[in-house]
T-cell receptor, first 112, second 114 residues
Framework: GAGVSQTPSNKVTEKGKYVELRCDPI?????LYWYRQSLGQGPEFLIY????????DSGLPNDRFFAVRPEGSVSTLKIQRTERGDSAVYLC??????????FGEGSRLTVL | GNSVTQMEGPVTLSEEAFLTINCTYT??????LFWYVQYPGEGLQLLLK?????DKGSNKGFEATYRKETTSFHLEKGSVQVSDSAVYFC?????????????FGKGTKLTVNP
């Protein structure tokens, strides 16, 4: 597709379970970002990739959160031992070098 | 630190009314400023931006001017349409640790009635 694709669009899980959220960026975009948007809030930065490496993971809230981008394209955000407070919309964005960020529609995570 | 404060919603207007959504920021250095829009069922989209003081960003009839003296970037449109109904986010960008980060406001939901 032409835009940033995120799957699943909705995920409901139980407290303590493991979750993976996938982001397929726009082809050729070297930069990839994950943001988290809680209810009633604006998106908050989690992690930034330039190519395959995590250039900045300072926004990850704790060590239950991890993200990879092994081939410099698709990225997976992984959340271990989910908690109710992890419920949010997880947004992915990609950009060309020094270019505009293009956001996906997000993955809505609900932890029961 | 870097932060953005924007007018709380929701905002409800009639078609052809004038729109203002206030946004002020706190930043170290000289950030770029943005307005993003999120239409129902869609992802965030860049609406307009300004990269330095006194710059005016404009798109689709919306405008915002980067005011350094008042640290503001208010969004305006002279005549709103039903299709403008969406959530609007003010944001700034800054560079830290080699990455450019966006800091967003909480968003303002706009509903335009026919």
């Amino acid at each position: 597709g032409a835009g940033v694709s995120q799957t699943p669009s909705n995920k409901v899980t139980e407290k303590g379970k493991y979750v993976e959220l996938r982001c397929d960026p726009i082809s050729g975009h070297t930069a990839l970002y994950w943001y988290r948007q809680s209810l009633g809030q604006g998106p908050e930065f989690l992690i930034y990739f330039q190519g395959t490496g995590a250039a900045d993971d300072s926004g990850l809230p704790n060590d239950r959160f991890f993200a990879v981008r092994p081939e410099g394209s698709v990225s997976t955000l992984k959340i271990q031992r989910t908690e109710r407070g992890d419920s949010a919309v997880y947004l992915c964005a990609s950009s060309p070098p020094a270019g505009e960020l293009f956001f996906g529609e997000g993955s809505r995570l609900t932890v029961l | 630190g870097n932060s953005v404060t924007q007018m709380e919603g929701p905002v409800t207007l009639s078609e052809e009314a004038f729109l203002t959504i206030n946004c002020t920021y706190t930043a170290t250095g000289y950030p770029s400023l943005f307005w993003y829009v999120q239409y129902p069922g869609e992802g965030l989209q860049l609406l307009l931006k300004a990269t330095k003081a006194d710059d005016k960003g404009s798109n689709k009839g919306f405008e915002a001017t980067y005011r350094k003296e008042t640290t503001s970037f208010h969004l305006e449109k002279g005549s709103v349409q039903v299709s403008d109904s969406a959530v609007y986010f003010c944001a700034l960008s800054f560079t830290q640790g080699g990455s450019e980060k966006l800091v967003f406001g909480k968003g303002t939901k706009l509903t335009v009635n026919p």
